[in-house]
């Protein structure tokens, strides 16, 4: 059976949500991996006055690159960046590109999409949803087309408490639903959308169901395959362990776990923490573009790309990022870190006043003293805010079947399954959870390791500032109740005779 560098080999892809966390390992992986891979077509929107291609250049400046750098330095020569706009018609693209994909391209990694759980209905339909549709016109006019991989989320059908490896019925018509959101008011569109949702807990989950749904039923005759991951979090091992560049969900959460800006988690303890670092998740995309190539399946097979089926691990088990942002913080360290779990919102309320919101306005107080912008507030908020969008997602359970998963992984032939591992039996929850901490201070905020002792000095003189300042308040409390309670006085005096 041939290998996936050899089916990849000569290939042209394309690939869009380059720019994103799960596009760069992607574009990275396949150059590295694959060698002898043809070109990367890159589905690129212009952005803040730069073109595609400054946009690009600026991708692969990206320290995740290091290692494809020195194997294959004229990697670059592979790589061509394509203007695009999902929200344009016919995907933004001009004919003379049009006819370029359409003639070359051999095989599409459909990637890009808004993962804000928030974001406005009309808004979440035309990215998530309407963009496969054009995504699948674009590849109907494809003379080379061997496989369409599109990237989901095992969270599509979180409606459900078992989820299968099956494209669900839609909870409303899609198409009725794309054009009503066309002639609605802003006002009617927010007003609606909490109905419209129904069980699901936001539009990210709701459009994402939809998007499979349309993707298989207008993709008919088309060679597709879709991929599932969970909680893509920092890398197990490839290219380098630890690597994560930005904020979303479970990451934000990390980085204002270390900085002691986040003082309570509203989680339940014992719920499965469904996380997948971000390269197991490439090699399943990878893995499953060969498989398709290789046995041609009648239907369009579905990756449940999780954890939990094979090696989970629960929330509680976080607890231990605790000890190592201790062990190894971050320069902008605010408050020494500490979390408590609660199931309670009211009690997270409680927490975040008492432990955040009034530090961060007694500091946001003094920087206005001094003639600085607040911001501590804000950030407070922010976090907070956060906290409350995932709660959903760390108070509830799914059991997923991951068998196609499986049957990919047993398929895979031996000089395969050292790069393109697929097997997460062997990965250490702890030993993967505190290179994510230092991942978070080497690549999303750009702190050098080498200036560690100076983060150490500053986090044990946060340490003594809360116990000088407990110290303080306890004495302090404790004189008022010398004055003002002769119980306390009694006390004391006890207290003092037995002791001398």
Avoid at 226 to 238: E, F, L, N, Q, Y
Avoid at 311 to 321: A, E, G, H, S
Wanted: proline share 6%.
């Amino acid at each position: 059976m041939a290998t996936i560098p050899e089916v990849y080999a000569g290939k042209s892809v394309l690939i869009t949500g380059a720019t994103g966390f799960i596009g760069k390992v992607l574009v990275e992986k396949l150059l590295r991996c694959c060698p002898d891979v043809k070109f990367l077509y890159l589905l690129v929107r212009p952005k803040a006055g730069q073109p595609p291609s400054t946009r690009v250049e600026e991708l692969i400046k990206c320290r995740l690159f290091d290692k494809l750098k020195l194997e294959q330095p004229n990697f670059e020569d592979k790589i061509i960046a394509v203007s695009s706009d999902m929200l344009e018609p016919k995907l933004g693209l001009n004919e003379e590109n049009t006819n370029i994909l359409q003639q070359n391209v051999n095989m599409v990694f459909h990637v890009a999409a808004t993962v804000k759980f928030d974001e406005k209905l009309d808004l979440s339909l035309k990215l998530n949803v309407m963009s496969v549709q054009k995504m699948l016109r674009l590849c109907q006019g494809m003379k080379q087309l061997e496989v369409f991989v599109h990237v989901s989320t095992a969270y599509a059908n979180c409606d459900r408490s078992h989820i299968d490896e099956v494209v669900y019925p839609p909870p409303v018509d899609p198409y009725k639903l794309m054009y009503s959101t066309e002639w609605m008011s802003d006002e009617m569109i927010t007003m609606l959308t909490p109905k419209i949702i129904g069980n699901r807990p936001n539009t990210y989950t709701f459009t994402k169901s939809i998007a499979e749904y349309v993707f298989v039923e207008e993709g008919a005759g088309l060679p597709l395959c879709i991929v599932r991951p969970s909680i893509v979090g920092a890398t197990w091992k490839d290219p380098f362990p630890g690597w994560i560049d930005n904020y979303n969900g479970i990451s934000g959460l990390f980085i204002a776990t270390g900085t002691g800006m986040l003082r309570a988690v509203i989680a339940d303890a014992d719920t499965v923490a469904d996380l997948t670092p971000v390269d197991y998740v490439v090699n399943m995309m990878i893995g499953a573009g060969w498989h398709t190539i290789i046995h041609k399946p009648n239907t369009v097979p579905i990756y449940n790309c999780v954890s939990s089926a094979t090696n989970p691990t629960r929330y509680r088990d976080c607890n231990v990022m605790i000890d190592y942002y201790q062990k190894t913080p971050l320069e902008s360290t605010f408050r020494r870190p500490y979390v408590y779990w609660t199931s309670h919102p009211w009690v997270f309320s409680y927490w975040n006043f008492i432990g955040c919101k009034i530090p961060c306005m007694v500091t946001d107080l003094c920087l206005k003293l001094i003639g600085k912008k607040p911001r501590m507030v804000r950030v407070c908020d922010r976090i907070a805010k956060s906290m409350y969008t995932l709660k959903y997602f760390t108070q509830n359970d799914w059991v997923w079947s991951n068998r196609n998963c499986e049957a990919l992984m047993n398929a895979l032939p031996d000089a395969d399954r050292k790069d393109f591992f697929l097997d997460l039996r062997p990965l250490d929850w702890n030993e993967y959870l505190e290179t994510y901490c230092v991942g978070t201070k080497q690549y999303v905020l750009n702190e050098d390791l080498a200036a560690l002792p100076a983060a150490k000095r500053h986090i044990t003189k946060l340490r003594n500032i809360r116990w000088v300042f407990n110290t303080v308040v306890l004495v302090a409390l404790w004189r008022v109740l010398i004055a003002k309670s002769e119980l306390a006085r009694n006390t004391l005096d006890l207290v003092l005779n037995l002791s001398f």
